[in-house]
């Protein structure tokens, strides 16, 4: 269906808003555009993510339940809700859709990448850094941007191989606008820390919690304003997705 009421078009809206900042109105319009077209995959996934990202947990669960039965599955879609799912801490029905995932024949970078992280963060260390290898050999991996900078950082952490993690990790936050700067700055105070540099490591904290606060605004305006202070992702020494609230 075309037009206003169609799942194309609210779905093209409800990303404007989000790449906007403006989160409630992009849920407000992916809702409808999953009521339109309640088993597609791309919307399904879409307004998942913005109700993770609005900390609506159990909705975004909920929306992911039956992704056994969306329609138009392809691999991307499957690594993004492996991905969602594992954020979600649904640890279990993450690895059943990343078995899947690894039964596709040559999956392209985007794919890979996030397979990585799924790896990284579950402690498939060996199994994320073949795939980094495999990334850096594959010349189309040049689309994948600072998302792969990252995972080579903390692939670089974890290798404890921290001057280095460090390196790229700053030169994320030099391409990063200033709201999402504090996703590599609080990993970055890690190694700081671990390589001796406590007085450095304490300056970043400081600027990953600007930079944290800025991303409140814009998502969660009503606890920005509020004067408790937020999380401090790095009193739990790990993902700050891997944290619930």
């Known amino acids: 269906a075309q037009g206003a009421n169609s799942a194309d078009f609210l779905l093209s809206v409800g990303l404007l808003h989000l790449e906007r900042g403006d989160y409630e109105h992009a849920r ?5 555009a999953r009521a339109a077209a309640p088993r597609d995959a791309g919307v399904a996934i ?49 690895n059943a859709v990343v078995r899947r995932l690894l039964q596709e024949p040559a999956p392209g ?6 397979l990585c992280q799924i790896f990284e963060r579950t402690n498939r260390v060996d199994d994320a850094e073949a795939g980094l290898n495999a990334l850096l050999a594959d010349t189309r991996s040049a689309v994948l941007g600072d998302e792969l900078v990252m995972l080579r950082a903390q692939l670089a952490q974890r290798r404890k191989e921290h001057d280095t993690a460090v390196q790229l990790f700053e030169g994320v936050v030099e391409r990063e606008p200033a709201h999402r700067r504090h996703l590599a700055l609080f990993p970055m105070a890690k190694s700081l820390q671990a390589a001796g540099h406590p007085a450095r490591a304490w300056q970043v904290l400081q600027q990953a919690h600007a930079a944290q606060l800025q991303q409140l605004a814009r998502s969660h305006p009503q606890v920005a304003a509020c004067d408790e202070p937020p999380l401090l992702i790095t009193r739990h020494s790990c993902d700050a997705n891997d944290i619930t609230t």
């Open 28 to 32: 407000h319009l992916l809702a409808d």
């Open 109 to 114: 970078p985007s794919v890979l990448l996030k």
């Open 46 to 94: 879409q307004f998942a993510q913005v109700c993770y990202d609005l900390l609506r947990i159990d909705e975004a669960t909920a929306t992911l339940a039956d992704w056994t039965k969306l329609d138009d599955m392809t691999a991307e879609h499957l690594a993004q809700i492996a991905l969602l799912l594992l954020n979600l801490g649904n640890a279990n029905e993450s």
